[in-house]
């Protein structure tokens, strides 16, 4: 039972337009949702999180939006850059547990 | 910086033998976790552990163990790797929840091939 999907395995984007990835959760435990972005033969590395209390978070060119009556995020990435080029990871956690549970994962590429 | 090491980068075993991977942090973060990540699986928690000797069983602990005698050092072991073991094995650390524990931090990764 998958308790967050990520229902796009790849998404391509022209340089200097806007990724958009998209993630969806089942348990309404939740309370803390992150995003890691992952390059190939290396670990994932944190991008940006948001709490729960929040609808919206930015740093930089990233953002991410949490719709929790939809239970529901999205991660927006303007301009997209070619090095932005990776796998793209939503989690997950609660305020009870010290686990993160991830999506499949999305494959991005920005095509210059 | 958060350093995450892991043993080693590759590795490529036969069917049957033990497995070791180790994996050392070096911001005395209390957590510690062994992940797989296989294509359109995302990654799938195999354990973790919450301190010094203790452990907890993830998503798929089935076929693997861990030991975490020291703080800084948690590994992995395949009693007796099978072919469907075969995956990018990622270990991570984090403070506890509540204190920053909701971020982990990654190693590089682990590529096992079981042949």
């Known amino acids: 039972d998958q308790q967050v999907k990520q229902n796009s395995p790849s998404l391509s984007v022209q340089e200097g337009r806007i990724s958009i990835l998209n993630c969806d959760y089942t348990n309404s435990m939740f309370d803390y949702f992150l995003w890691y972005k992952k390059y190939p033969a290396e670990g994932p590395t944190f991008l940006i999180s948001?709490?729960?209390?929040?609808d919206k978070n930015e740093d930089g060119r990233f953002t991410v939006f949490l719709n929790k009556s939809a239970k529901h995020l999205s991660l927006h990435i303007v301009p997209s850059q070619p090095g932005d080029s990776a796998v793209y990871f939503c989690?997950?956690?609660?305020?009870?547990?010290?686990?993160?549970?991830f999506g499949a994962g999305t494959i991005l590429r920005v095509k210059s | 910086d958060v350093k995450v090491t892991q043993s080693s980068r590759y590795l490529v075993k036969r069917t049957g033998e033990k497995v070791f991977l180790e994996c050392v942090q070096d911001m005395d973060h209390e957590n510690m976790f062994w992940y797989r990540q296989d294509p359109g699986l995302g990654l799938r928690l195999i354990y973790f552990?919450?301190?010094?000797?203790?452990?907890e069983k993830g998503d798929i602990p089935e076929g693997y163990s861990v030991s975490r005698e020291k703080k800084e050092r948690f590994s992995l072991i395949l009693e007796s790797a099978s072919t469907n073991q075969t995956s990018m094995y990622l270990c991570?650390?984090?403070?506890?929840?509540?204190?920053?524990?909701?971020?982990?931090?990654f190693g590089p990764g682990t590529r096992l091939l079981v042949l």
């Open positions: 948001i709490s729960s209390i929040k």
């Open positions: 989690a997950a956690s609660r305020a009870d547990g010290n686990k993160l549970v």
């Open positions: 552990s919450y301190d010094v000797k203790m452990k």
């Open positions: 991570a650390s984090s403070f506890p929840l509540g204190t920053g524990g909701e971020t982990q931090y």
